[in-house]
């Protein structure tokens, strides 16, 4: 069974690849994985998204450009296993701080490292 850091993990490396600076987006002062607006996908295609005329929540924006759909039949396992979903707060804010403390330190050192591309994602009507 996989730990939510390794699921935290390839729900930031499908961020990296589809949000480039997603981390930028995210204000850990109100993250919230229990809201559909200050979770991870909120916060990251929230406001912009409700300039454009969304005005659904992020999270469930994030999660049909992930998923496909909102209504595919193995959605809930998809957001799982992408820890958008079945996580604890503390352990994204862990995560991107980690994450922001790589990236201050290469900045201050003049290197830049690349973040690993986003897994295969699982196909959306996987059979059960």
Known sequence: METPQERIARGAAWLDATVPNWIDRIDLQTLNLWSPWR???GQVFGPADREQGYYRSGYGHGRELLVGSRTAPDTHRIMHNHAFAGVETPEW???????RGQAIIEQQLGTTSEHPAAPELEPVHAEL
């Open 39 to 41: 979770c991870v996908l």
């Open 93 to 99: 804010c862990d995560f991107i701080r980690a994450r």
